[in-house]
């Protein structure tokens, strides 16, 4: 079975550029995570959604964060315009809704690089 | 708010060896998940081993277990047999139950601890 699909894998770009994170859930689950993770702070839980609708997006750093995800096999996270400070890796996350394990599924991750 | 907290930075084990990572915990919730996440160098985050706060049974996953205390908020993962395959960062995370009633799914990690095993 396929897992959480991220892409890019890697991004290196300019500061003040437009970047865009894709993820492709696992068919079936409900819940969608993204995650940024950076040695400063760790991993931090920017915004979820259920059903493709946003429920807690109070992680977003600033107005430059937005996602979205138009249908339940899609989801993009953009930063416009990026700057050196979010340089990190981001992570998508699925899980089933329901009862369930409460465990969640990772991608491998868009690492980000602003210079 | 939840908080994990993870107090050793870095360890070292030598192959074949037992070590354990300390993880504590803050919340005012009766019900929820603990678990424990691999991030090997290759990045992808990968389960390790889950705890339901409503078990008093400790979870074992081969050579993985775990000593929950919960009264202490505390949940540390032993490894047995450590092998160089176990290096990585370990994360703790805790996730509010969804029979709690709180409706928050979200997984709160702790900082991490960069283990190494020793050949």
């Known amino acids: 079975d396929a897992g959480v699909i991220q892409s890019p894998r890697h991004e290196v770009t300019e500061m003040g550029q437009e970047v865009t994170l894709r993820c492709k859930p696992i068919?079936?689950?409900?819940?969608l995570f993204w995650y940024r993770q950076t040695m400063m702070r760790g991993l931090e839980l920017l915004i979820y959604f259920n059903n493709n609708v946003p429920i807690d997006d109070s992680g977003m750093p600033e107005d430059r964060f937005s996602a979205k995800m138009p249908n339940a096999s899609f989801s993009t996270l953009k930063i416009q315009p990026s700057e050196p400070r979010d340089s990190a890796v981001y992570f998508c996350a699925s899980r089933p809704g329901g009862a369930n394990t409460g465990e969640l599924f990772f991608g491998e991750g868009s690492r980000l690089t602003v210079l | 708010a939840q908080t994990v907290t993870q107090s050793q930075p870095e360890m070292s084990v030598q192959d074949a060896e037992t070590v354990t990572l300390s993880c504590t915990y803050d919340?005012?919730?009766?019900?929820?998940?603990l678990f424990w996440y691999k991030q090997p160098p290759s990045r992808q985050m990968i389960l390790v081993i889950r705890q339901e706060a409503y078990k008093q049974q400790n979870a074992t996953e081969n050579r993985f277990s775990v000593n929950f205390q919960k009264a202490a908020k505390s949940f540390s993962l032993k490894i047995s047999d450590s092998q160089l395959g176990d290096t990585a960062m370990y994360f703790c995370?805790?996730?509010?139950?969804?029979?709690?009633?709180?409706?928050?799914?979200?997984?709160?990690f702790g900082k991490g601890t960069k283990l190494s095993v020793i050949p």
């Open positions: 068919s079936g689950h409900d819940y």
């Open positions: 919340t005012s919730e009766n019900n929820y998940y």
């Open positions: 995370a805790f996730m509010t139950s969804a029979y709690s009633g709180a409706g928050s799914y979200q997984l709160t």
